[in-house]
């Protein structure tokens, strides 16, 4: 059974930056693309980033484009995502997603979740 479990949530400053996590397990990560999506209360689920299971070329929602990064580690079986310059209308419970062999760009993409994480920003 594949797994994800995201770390790195927290609290920040309008400007920061935070680093999340996700560990993947039971599954080689070479094998799914692998994402992230975030929802703020009454809102909809969105597509932030993901990385390509094949080449690994990235793509990113356009709220994020220029202030998010998305990377894997495939020998760790981890997935970054650096997060910069953040407003609070990034402020969401992030969640790892995982699309074995196949592209990652919309919620019903994904086959896997993680347990999500809480990023909250100050203004």
């Known amino acids: 059974q594949v797994q994800l479990v995201e770390s790195g949530g927290g609290l920040v400053q309008a400007g920061g930056s935070l680093r999340l996590s996700c560990a993947v397990s039971?599954?080689?990560?070479?094998?799914?693309?692998m994402g992230w999506f975030r929802q703020a209360p009454g809102q909809v689920r969105e597509f932030v980033a993901a990385?390509?299971?094949?080449?690994?070329?990235?793509y990113y929602g356009d709220s994020v484009k220029g202030r998010f990064t998305i990377s894997r580690d495939n020998a760790k079986n981890m997935v970054n995502l650096q997060m910069n310059s953040l407003t609070p209308e990034d402020a969401a419970a992030y969640y790892c997603a995982a699309a074995p062999l196949r592209d990652l760009r919309r919620v019903s993409d994904s086959q896997y979740w993680g347990q999500g994480t809480q990023v909250t920003v100050s203004s």
């Open positions: 990385i390509s299971w094949v080449l690994g070329s990235t």
């Open positions: 039971g599954r080689s990560l070479s094998t799914m693309s």
